[in-house]
Every structure is written in C-alpha cells, then in structure tokens.
Nanobody, 123 residues
Framework: QVQLVESGGGLVQAGGSLRLACAAS????????IGWFRQAPGKERIFVAA????????DYADSVKGRFTISKDNAKNTVYLQMNSLKFEDTAVYYC????????????????WGQGTQVTVSS
C-alpha cells in the first residue's frame, strides 16, 4: 500500500519561502507521478504541480509558475515543493498525491493521498 506523508508547512510572511516534503513508501515509484494540490478554505482542491518520478518532467499551475519548484530525491523517496515569493492567496492545505502513469491535473486521476499540511501566508 502506498503511503504519503507531507511535512514542512507552517506560517510565513508574504514574500517568504517554505519547502514542503512528501515522503513516499510502499512501492517502487519509477512509473508513478507525484502531484501537489492545495485547498483553501471554502474552495475546491486544485492542482499545483506534478512530477514524473522516472523522468523528472514537471508541470505547474499558472498561478505558481516561476515561484514554485517541484523536485525529487530518489534516494530518500521524497518529493519536494519549494515555494518562493509566497502570497496571501497561497494559503491552503497542501496535499501530495500519487498515481501510476503520466502527469495529470485532475485530482480524480490520483489514487493515493497524504493527510495534508497547512501553509499560512500572512499579508
């Protein structure tokens, strides 16, 4: 069974940075895609970024492109989301998710989810 555990959330001032981590276990993830999603209060969960575990190719939502970077550490089975130039509107619970196959933007394409980590950006 795939297990995903997020960490690294917290409170940060606007303009600051945070790095989220998603530790994955239970599989060999060479054919998996790991995605990051976020859900703000009262809003739907939306796509943030995704990376192919094998090839390392990545996709980003337009709202975070140029500010966020997704990366992976194969040795640690961990995917990171480096978030720079944070804005108030980045405040949300951030989830990592896994699916077998290529990158996808719809949450319905992902089979496994972590518990989420809160990111709060103060203005």
């Amino acid at each position: 069974q795939v297990q995903l555990v997020e960490s690294g959330g917290g409170l940060v001032q606007a303009g600051g940075s945070l790095r989220l981590a998603c530790a994955a276990s239970g599989r060999t993830f060479g054919y998996y895609t790991i995605g990051w999603f976020r859900q703000a209060p009262g809003k739907e969960r939306i796509f943030v970024a995704a990376i192919n575990w094998g090839g390392g190719n990545a996709d980003y939502a337009d709202s975070v492109k140029g500010r966020f970077t997704i990366s992976k550490d194969n040795a640690k089975n961990t995917v990171y989301l480096q978030m720079n130039s944070l804005k108030f509107e980045d405040t949300a619970v951030y989830y990592c998710a896994a699916r077998v196959g290529g990158r996808a933007w719809s949450e319905h394409m992902y089979d496994y989810w972590g518990q989420g980590t809160q990111v709060t950006v103060s203005s």
